[in-house]
């Protein structure tokens, strides 16, 4: 036993320290344009020569072909906008609420809805093109013109109509695999507007530089989102709310089936050079923490939406002002904000699921509420180091309940509308089916994002004294962990110091002594 | 042994002594201004290189340091360290008093003898507690990312870098006094030089 443990060890030395001497063997994969391959031009199926009037028609010529895709579509979260966690109802179908737009309302309100893959809302068909065509169209408003200038009959409304119908059959015989461009018409203007939300996620990255996304990048890897969110049957993998975006840790090298959603996925979990001590941090330090040092590095980002300035009237009406990065700062319908550029992140334990409250949660209103947390602690082994976008926020509450409120916001019974925040709340809760007392407040909240997109390349990856450091360390938070460089004993190096300056002074002593006894001698 | 003899001299160092003795002096230098540097009390190779250089060196230092062991058993020169405390308090008492009054060293080295008893008992130590328990914690806090595999939770991270930082603060107070003992031989070169050439020339 005892032989055993010695050879191991002696073993691990050796084999280490033989290490050293080897050259870096593992060359990263070049990461070429990838041409996907299609077997079939849609431009020549019959059925999508015809002529359109409706979205719902449109699919229905999709389904012609494609018979499954609407069945297996409805099952997810891009359909249902539901994600259910034991009791809880998660998602803008359910019980979810943000510190930005705040609610959805159950998609009452018509404003959210934009997004929402179906042609109209849950009502009807799904929207194919919305993922799936090449050609961008306002649908709604290309369909009712349509519709309208048929309707006139006159030559010159025809020729209109024509060429709307032209436009129409492109965007249906253009059909792919989802660009960035089509997953980002949503993703990129998550809470309302460009890069509001995710601070790694905006219209930059349609057409990003390598700098920007090292794998994105169109002078880097050119990956689509698909690339690595590379889905089965409709399902697109990630992480929804609680739910992690992986099952296990395990690489494509020890298993070609397993989707390609993380960075070990594709660089394993010992990505950096044979040796090199970077491999000795993958266990705590999740890849994103050293290399997306900042995020929202071309357009700005929101972090911080004060509700309960809202209101404010100019001249008795609504105004809105503009502050840095030429962006709004104050609306009377929204309240104050603030943007930021080249944002710093904040670092927590992450095991890749979230908490995140509903409009059922009890809060405590005295703290400043976490809408959104990370789940993760120091001796989960599954937890990393990982780095978030915190976007404070200050929203309603139910004073009496103790439950966070959401507000109607759009429509014309909506707080954007009437600025009422009594009925907008009344109305909002109503779709909600959650009571409201009747009287709010507002309170401090927090939402947390995953900062996961916006890798740069190696190269700029963080230093190691961005964290291993005495002073302003990016982890100075973590303070149950062990690190050197940035932990030390003020005691032990204090005495450490007087025994080192100490044996000088004795020797000066000594040796001074020793000089003058000489000479006298 | 044949005691060699020559102008007064000892011939008390013999090739590959003089050359570890030298070479530890190299790696241990490196060692303390890497680690130090490591331990964040300043910058000076930056970080990274920092910890390449250290851990290369200490490892390097390990294997050397078991050929030194193979040497000492083999070669019997371990009974240098054998701890004495015959004649232990008149060197104490030369390096307190004596030493300043022109007295000679109460310990005549030899070929067999080659440390008085205080070095025996400093370097005994030196050699068998402070840098074993420095390279035990290294290879620990080295390979910190094996020990959930072997089972070890004989010590914290925390617990080996405090152990590892304490005693190279021992070690660095050890060779600031070792280095000045040094020039206490017949003149202040000529232990020094009896490192280098092996030979050394004692007090008449």
Known sequence: ?521 | MEQKTHMNGLYLYSRYERFWHWFQMLLISILIVTGLEIHGSYSLLGFEKAVHVHNFTGITWLVSFFIFIFWLFTTGEWKQYIPTTKKIMAVVKYYLVDIFRGKPNPVKKSIDAKHNPLQRISYLSVISLLLPIQMFTGILYYTYNEWQIWGQNFLTLRQTALLHVIVSFLILSFIIIHVYMTTTGHTPLSYIKGMITGWEKEKL
Not at chain 1, 313 to 324: M, N
Not at chain 1, 363 to 380: E, H, L, M, R
Not at chain 1, 409 to 422: E, H, I, R
């Open chain 1, 1 to 521: 036993m005892k032989n055993k443990t010695f050879i191991m060890l002696f073993s691990t030395v050796l084999g280490a320290w033989l290490s050293v001497w080897q050259s870096d063997l593992c060359h990263a994969a070049q990461m070429g344009n990838e041409k996907r391959q299609t077997t079939t031009d849609h431009s020549k199926h019959k059925v999508l020569q015809q002529e359109f009037s409706t979205g719902d028609d449109i699919t229905k010529a999709c389904l012609s072909c494609h018979t499954e895709t609407d069945s297996q579509f409805h099952k997810t979260i891009h359909w249902t906008w539901i994600a259910e966690e034991g009791e809880k109802q998660l998602g803008k179908g359910g019980d979810s609420l943000n510190n930005y737009c705040i609610s959805s309302n159950k998609m009452n309100d018509k404003g959210c809805s934009k997004c929402h893959t179906g042609w109209n809302a849950k009502e009807g068909e799904v929207n194919c093109l919305l993922c799936h065509s090449q050609k961008e169209v306002n649908w709604d408003e290309t369909f009712e013109d349509f519709r309208f200038f048929k309707e006139e009959g006159d030559d010159e409304s025809k020729a209109l109509a024509a060429e709307l119908q032209g436009n129409i059959h492109k965007a249906v015989t253009d059909i792919g695999l989802p660009t960035r461009k089509n997953c980002g018409s949503c993703h990129f203007f998550g809470g309302g507007g460009d890069g509001v939300k995710h601070g790694d996620l905006d219209s930059s990255l349609t057409h990003p530089d390598k700098m920007l996304d090292v794998h994105m990048g169109t002078n880097g890897g050119n990956f689509t989102c698909f690339r690595c969110h590379s889905g089965k049957l409709h399902n697109i993998p990630g992480r929804i709310y609680s739910q992690k975006a992986y099952e296990d840790r395990r690489s494509l090298v020890e298993d070609d089936t397993i989707s390609k959603i993380t960075c070990e996925s594709c660089h394993t979990a010992t990505p950096h050079k044979e040796n090199a001590k970077m491999n000795d941090h993958t266990d705590k330090v999740a890849c994103q923490a050293c290399h997306i040092p900042d995020f929202a590095r071309v357009n700005p980002t929101k972090m911080s939406w004060d509700w309960s300035k809202s209101g404010r009237l100019k001249d008795g009406k609504p105004y809105k002002t503009k502050g840095p990065y030429d962006k709004e700062n104050y609306l009377s319908i929204k309240g104050e904000m603030k943007w930021e550029k080249n944002v710093k992140p904040e670092y927590f334990w992450f095991n890749g699921s979230m908490s995140s409250l509903t409009t059922k949660d009890v809060i405590d209103p005295s703290t400043t509420v976490a809408v959104s947390q990370p789940n993760g602690n120091i001796n989960d082994p599954d937890s990393r180091i990982f780095p978030f976008k915190i976007h404070h926020g200050v929203q309603p509450y139910d004073l009496e309940y103790k439950t966070l409120l959401a507000p109607l916001l759009s429509g014309k019974d909506g707080y954007w509308t009437t600025l009422d925040w009594q009925n907008a709340l009344q109305k909002g809760m109503d779709f909600s089916g959650v009571p409201f007392s009747g009287k709010f407040d507002f309170v401090k909240s927090t939402f947390a994002y995953p900062t996961t997109h916006m890798v740069m390349p190696k190269a700029n990856a963080l230093a190691c004294t961005e964290c291993h450091v005495r002073t302003n360390s990016r982890l100075a938070s973590f303070g149950e962990l062990y690190m050197p460089g940035r932990d030390y004993y003020k005691e032990i190096d204090f005495g450490g110091w007087i025994l080192v300056f100490g044996a000088f002074a004795g020797i000066l002593l000594h040796g001074t002594l020793r000089f003058f006894s000489g000479k006298r001698k």
